[in-house]
């Protein structure tokens, strides 16, 4: 690893005025060195992620970088500029520049080492030692920890199989000592003595330097204000979660991010700072006091918002189950994965494709390509595009939740085979269990490659040739020879059934669905009944049996939220400040059909919400499927009703459950008795103990 620069790749007196020219002088020593195979190509990848987000630091410093298909190994080049570049950062030109060249298909251990660069250049005694070393040889040596510097070299005490929690590795600042760290008493006090502890998440776009550079600056800001960091980066190549119990423990969270935070429901309850990356990395100790003046005025975030009854609170699942989760949980988190990504495909492909029916009849199903054939001023060439968009997205429904379920297992490497996998479950019919069977196959083909060992000249190649080309093999072989036809046989029985049910049958499904929507609102069983609805209207023409088990989905996904919003209008006195409130909005929400707006309810009174929930939802999910009311919409509760079949007979149907589940709720929360000692209700029937500061009050998960 040690000879990821040398004493060619360092110039010490560098001319350049422009960052361009920096990068071009730099990535000339690389092409001398055979380490970058095409200039152009790879300075054009340099200046792609410099759009992204300037790369100069605070403390004259540059440190472009990327990933490249034109670099055929790890490499560093440094550059010192007696007039200074300028970077794009606050403080002015930087002296000190880095380029940092990774291949594509970089492997964790060389992750590892250009993540320690990073840490190092927040360090003022090794950046001090680069501006005054006197030979290229020598700075090369310095970088690659080979000379006394006051400080550990990059490479030093890097082990060899550093890819091992590389990109993902978890940061702990030690700010206090133990005896304060446990919690010892101050004499004379009889409160424990114990720092303000943070957790923190960085990361940036390419997960190579400011990631690092971020957790590295916000370690050292803690130390000296004598505050407990522990930092979770968050990079490409995966992540190592903090301890649930060190995040349990801490005192604020601090998001430095330029890219989505994952799991982020796991830091929700707490007070909360989310800034950029750059932001932790200029000015850390101001973030720390940020956080911490939050949590004196007990300001607290909650867990995730509320989405749509297909896609959950945080939609974005990209976990595989900690490895203290049963088989089961693990399971479950696999599949919800597939399907949060895969709603927002059902929900656009899905309306648009309602909107074309609205606009150009149920026969705009036949109209020619727009290709072929469009006419501006005609209604029905709109209509025929947006049906025909529509379709293109809903031809993605399979691949992607087959990818994606295979990412819950395997990350980034799962995407390939999944996708792949996916497709042909399309191209043989197998249609949704034919994408679920293979995602799970996917996710574990890739596992199980991964735990072989490989000679560390493979690793490069592994993310971007070997695991795809084998795992795609595998599983396509799998699919198209061995389980593909029996799952679409499989697949075809259940459409067949479906399109049979009627009667008795027909309401018994209804009710079983209505139960499914209205169980964790949101929540695995709710996706379940959604994802089991829009699957069979995934197509061009769906059968009238699958356009009626979407209206029946959907009437009782709007039941729990509009019960909540009645219930607190017409028995206000049951319910305390917040949760009036809150009924407000569900008004609202249940009429979007976003389940999610009666979670504050169930999680302030589950015992009696959920159980009348259910029952209403049954009631409508039963009359709906009576009544014979259809739906080719996937989504937009009442603003769909247009183009539902029989809409005033669907209309009393959802009145139906939502009355239901009102008088239960009502009844229930009558009965009940309230606790020895309890404050009799204020005025208007509000809990006096509500509104008091510290009081606790329900928060939507």
Same mark, same amino acid.
């Given at each position: 690893?040690?000879?990821?620069?040398?004493a060619?790749?360092?110039?010490?007196?560098l001319?350049?005025?422009?960052?361009?020219?920096?990068?071009?002088?730099?990535?000339?020593?690389?092409?001398?060195?055979?380490?970058?195979?095409?200039?152009?190509?790879?300075?054009?990848?340099?200046?792609?992620?410099?759009?992204?987000?300037?790369?100069?630091?605070?403390?004259?410093?540059?440190?472009?970088?990327?990933?490249?298909?034109?670099?055929?190994?790890?490499?560093?080049?440094?550059?010192?500029?007696?007039a200074g570049?300028?970077?794009?950062?606050?403080?002015?030109?930087?002296?000190?520049?880095?380029?940092?060249?990774?291949?594509?298909?970089?492997d964790?251990?060389?992750?590892?080492i250009?993540?320690?660069?990073? @840490?190092?250049l927040?360090?003022?005694?090794f950046?001090?030692a680069?501006?005054?070393?006197?030979d290229?040889r020598?700075?090369?040596?310095?970088i690659?920890?080979?000379?006394?510097?006051?400080?550990?070299?990059?490479?030093?005490?890097?082990?060899?199989?550093a890819?091992e929690?590389?990109?993902?590795?978890?940061?702990?600042?030690?700010?206090?000592?133990?005896?304060?760290a446990?919690?010892?008493?101050?004499?004379?006090?009889?409160?424990?003595?114990?720092?303000?502890?943070?957790?923190?998440? !960085?990361?940036?776009?390419?997960?190579?330097?400011?990631?690092?550079?971020?957790?590295?600056?916000l370690?050292?800001a803690? @130390?000296?204000?004598?505050?407990?960091?522990?930092?979770?980066?968050?990079?490409?190549?995966?992540f190592?979660r903090?301890?649930?119990a060190?995040?349990?423990?801490?005192?604020?969270?601090?998001?430095?991010?330029?890219?989505?935070?994952?799991e982020?429901d796991?830091?929700?309850g707490?007070?909360?700072?989310?800034?950029?990356?750059?932001?932790?990395?200029?000015?850390?100790?101001e973030?720390?006091?940020?956080?911490r003046?939050?949590?004196?005025?007990?300001?607290?975030?909650?867990?995730?918002?509320?989405?749509?009854?297909?896609?959950?609170?945080?939609?974005?699942?990209?976990?595989g189950?900690?490895?203290?989760?049963? /088989?089961?949980?693990?399971?479950?988190?696999?599949?919800?994965?597939?399907?949060s /990504?895969?709603v927002?495909?059902?929900?656009?492909?899905g309306?648009?494709?309602?909107?074309?029916?609205?606009?150009?009849?149920?026969?705009?199903n036949?109209?020619?390509?727009?290709?072929d054939?469009?006419?501006?001023s005609?209604?029905?060439?709109?209509?025929?595009?947006?049906?025909?968009?529509?379709?293109?997205?809903?031809?993605?429904?399979v691949?992607?939740?087959?990818?994606?379920?295979? /990412?819950?297992?395997?990350?980034?490497?799962?995407?390939?085979?999944?996708?792949?996998?996916?497709?042909?479950?399309?191209?043989?019919?197998a249609?949704?269990?034919?994408?679920?069977?293979?995602?799970?196959?996917?996710?574990?083909?890739?596992?199980a490659?991964?735990?072989?060992r490989?000679?560390?000249a493979l690793r490069?190649?592994?993310?971007v040739?070997?695991i795809?080309?084998?795992?795609?093999?595998?599983v396509?072989?799998?699919?198209?020879?061995?389980?593909?036809?029996?799952?679409?046989?499989?697949?075809?029985?259940?459409t067949?059934w479906?399109?049979?049910?009627?009667?008795a049958?027909?309401v018994?499904?209804?009710?079983?669905l209505?139960?499914?929507?209205?169980?964790?609102?949101?929540?695995?069983v709710n996706?379940?009944a /959604?994802?089991f609805?829009?699957?069979?209207?995934?197509?061009?023409?769906?059968?009238?049996?699958?356009?009626?088990?979407?209206?029946?989905?959907?009437?009782?996904?709007?039941?729990?939220?509009?019960?909540?919003?009645?219930?607190?209008?017409? @028995?206000?006195?049951?319910?305390?400040?917040?949760?009036?409130?809150?009924g407000k909005?569900?008004?609202?929400?249940?009429?979007?059909f976003?389940?999610?707006?009666?979670?504050?309810?169930a999680?302030?009174?589950?015992?009696?919400?959920?159980?009348?929930?259910?029952?209403?939802?049954?009631v !409508?999910?039963?009359?709906?499927?009576?009544?014979?009311?259809?739906l080719?919409?996937p989504?937009?509760?009442?603003?769909?009703?247009?183009?539902?079949?029989?809409?005033?007979?669907?209309?009393?149907?959802?009145?139906?459950?939502?009355?239901?589940?009102?008088?239960?709720?009502?009844?229930?929360?009558?009965?009940?008795?309230?606790?020895?000692?309890?404050?009799?209700?204020?005025?208007?029937?509000a809990?006096?103990?509500?509104?008091?500061?510290?009081?606790?009050?329900?928060v939507?998960?």
């Amino acid at each position: 690893m040690s000879d990821m620069i040398t004493a060619d790749l360092v110039d010490l007196d560098l001319s350049a005025d422009t960052k361009e020219a920096a990068a071009r002088a730099l990535a000339e020593r690389m092409v001398a060195q055979g380490r970058v195979t095409d200039l152009d190509g790879f300075l054009a990848d340099v200046a792609a992620r410099e759009a992204q987000m300037p790369t100069g630091l605070d403390g004259g410093i540059g440190i472009p970088h990327c990933r490249s298909e034109h670099v055929t190994e790890p490499t560093l080049a440094f550059g010192r500029s007696a007039a200074g570049v300028d970077f794009g950062a606050a403080d002015g030109p930087a002296d000190l520049i880095f380029l940092i060249a990774a291949p594509a298909g970089a492997d964790d251990a060389h992750l590892t080492i250009l993540s320690a660069l990073a @840490r190092q250049l927040m360090n003022a005694e090794f950046t001090d030692a680069l501006r005054s070393v006197g030979d290229a040889r020598a700075a090369a040596a310095l970088i690659r920890g080979e000379e006394p510097t006051g400080t550990e070299g990059v490479f030093e005490g890097v082990p060899e199989n550093a890819s091992e929690g590389a990109e993902d590795s978890v940061a702990v600042s030690a700010a206090a000592s133990a005896e304060t760290a446990t919690g010892s008493p101050d004499q004379g006090s009889d409160e424990p003595r114990r720092p303000f502890r943070v957790v923190a998440v !960085t990361s940036c776009p390419t997960g190579i330097a400011h990631t690092y550079m971020a957790a590295e600056s916000l370690e050292n800001a803690g @130390r000296e204000a004598g505050v407990e960091v522990a930092v979770e980066t968050q990079g490409s190549a995966g992540f190592t979660r903090l301890d649930p119990a060190v995040i349990e423990a801490a005192d604020g969270v601090i998001f430095a991010h330029d890219v989505p935070v994952r799991e982020k429901d796991r830091f929700a309850g707490k007070p909360t700072v989310d800034t950029g990356v750059k932001a932790a990395i200029n000015r850390p100790a101001e973030l720390i006091g940020e956080v911490r003046g939050k949590a004196a005025r007990g300001e607290v975030t909650a867990a995730g918002s509320a989405g749509s009854a297909g896609f959950g609170g945080a939609t974005p699942v990209e976990r595989g189950g900690g490895s203290g989760e049963g /088989y089961g949980t693990k399971l479950r988190i696999w599949l919800m994965s597939g399907v949060s /990504y895969m709603v927002p495909f059902v929900a656009a492909g899905g309306l648009l494709i309602a909107l074309g029916f609205a606009i150009g009849g149920y026969e705009i199903n036949k109209a020619p390509s727009v290709m072929d054939h469009f006419v501006w001023s005609q209604a029905d060439s709109w209509a025929a595009l947006l049906f025909q968009i529509g379709g293109v997205a809903f031809a993605f429904l399979v691949p992607v939740l087959a990818g994606y379920i295979a /990412y819950g297992m395997a990350d980034r490497p799962g995407l390939v085979p999944g996708f792949v996998g996916g497709s042909i479950a399309l191209t043989i019919n197998a249609g949704f269990l034919g994408g679920l069977a293979a995602g799970l196959i996917s996710g574990a083909v890739v596992m199980a490659i991964q735990r072989i060992r490989i000679p560390a000249a493979l690793r490069g190649i592994m993310p971007v040739v070997v695991i795809p080309l084998i795992s795609s093999a595998i599983v396509g072989f799998l699919m198209f020879v061995v389980i593909g036809k029996p799952i679409a046989s499989a697949q075809k029985a259940m459409t067949d059934w479906l399109s049979d049910l009627s009667g008795a049958n027909a309401v018994l499904l209804g009710a079983l669905l209505g139960l499914m929507m209205c169980f964790d609102l949101g929540g695995p069983v709710n996706k379940v009944a /959604y994802a089991f609805a829009t699957a069979g209207i995934a197509v061009s023409d769906p059968s009238d049996s699958a356009m009626k088990i979407m209206a029946a989905v959907m009437a009782a996904g709007m039941v729990p939220p509009l019960a909540m919003a009645l219930a607190t209008t017409v @028995r206000s006195k049951l319910f305390n400040a917040a949760e009036r409130e809150n009924g407000k909005a569900a008004w609202v929400l249940g009429a979007s059909f976003i389940s999610e707006g009666a979670i504050p309810f169930a999680a302030a009174d589950p015992l009696r919400v959920i159980p009348s929930s259910m029952v209403g939802g049954a009631v !409508t999910g039963a009359l709906s499927m009576a009544f014979g009311a259809t739906l080719r919409a996937p989504h937009g509760g009442i603003f769909v009703v247009p183009l539902i079949g029989n809409p005033l007979l669907y209309l009393v149907a959802i009145a139906a459950g939502v009355c239901v589940t009102t008088a239960l709720v009502i009844v229930l929360k009558g009965l009940r008795k309230p606790a020895p000692g309890a404050a009799a209700p204020g005025p208007g029937g509000a809990d006096p103990s509500a509104s008091a500061p510290g009081a606790s009050q329900p928060v939507a998960a």
